[in-house]
């Protein structure tokens, strides 16, 4: 059921290329168990078909002004850790799509779906597109719908918290939200558990205590801000930034103690 859901949701927003399987995927949030209402909580998935090509599905409710940065960052996480090997040669590389499903229109142009592509300057036909074998798209959660598939009418009323018909293939993955939404109290006390734990590795780290793991973590948000800071993006962007990068693992409170270290 959960490949399923991916499957759905992927063929949803790119039905031209008919992806019937998935060979790998992983999520920090699962797709059936996300609360699309919460602004805490954003999908979050990296998914290999049978084809070798690779997507990161994200959730982004923030408007934070820097998308295109973010494009970026992703896609240079994507082609160093996922595609290609150290002595690979560059025609080996991997195609890749990023998706972002926006909770508000991310240019302010109305579409439902916006799709990047590259050109030369003057040079703006489509046989003259640059192919690197890299797309990304951002859905527009706030779009009109009215010339939509049915079925990304039926995702956007799911990104939305709004009714999925009984017949949808959406509804049973909007009936698992509703149940895990159901339980709030429980869901706050796990999140608060793991957050407290997380909270204690990082000052741990952050009083050079800890090695391994929770060391090579910390290292990564620490090379995390230090990009963010060279692009001239101000301190709370790039808190709530590596807040939603880490999938909310990490209090703001805690990501501000390393940031006022790397100012």
Do not use: W
């Amino acid at each position: 059921m959960y490949k399923d859901n991916i499957l759905l949701v992927l063929n949803t927003i790119l039905p031209t290329l008919h992806i019937k399987n998935i060979k790998y995927a992983t999520t920090q949030k699962q797709i059936n168990s996300v609360d699309f209402h919460s602004k805490d909580v954003r999908l979050d998935l990296q998914v290999e078909d049978e084809k070798g090509k690779i997507y990161d599905v994200e959730m982004q409710t923030s408007k934070n002004g820097y998308l295109p940065q973010r494009v970026r960052y992703y896609q240079s996480k994507i082609d160093s850790k996922l595609t290609l090997d150290k002595n690979e040669s560059y025609d080996k590389l991997r195609d890749s799509i990023i998706i972002f499903i926006c909770t508000f229109d991310p240019f302010g142009y109305g579409d439902l779906q916006y799709e990047r592509q590259i050109y030369l300057k003057g040079h703006l036909k489509e046989e003259e597109r640059i192919i690197d074998g890299s797309d990304v798209y951002f859905i527009n959660a706030t779009a009109n719908t009215n010339n939509a598939s049915s079925m990304m009418k039926d995702l956007i009323k799911l990104v939305n918290n709004k009714q999925v018909d009984k017949n949808s293939k959406y509804y049973s993955m909007q009936e698992r939200v509703r149940e895990i939404n159901a339980d709030p109290e429980r869901r706050a006390k796990i999140m608060s558990l793991e957050e407290k734990i997380r909270d204690r590795e990082v000052t741990a780290r952050l009083e050079g205590k800890v090695e391994g793991k929770a060391e090579g973590k910390i290292e990564d948000i620490y090379s995390l801000i230090k990009r963010l800071k060279k692009l001239n993006i101000d301190s709370e962007t790039i808190a709530s930034s590596v807040h939603e990068d880490y999938d909310s693992e990490l209090p703001l409170s805690t990501i501000n103690k390393i940031l006022d270290k790397e100012l």
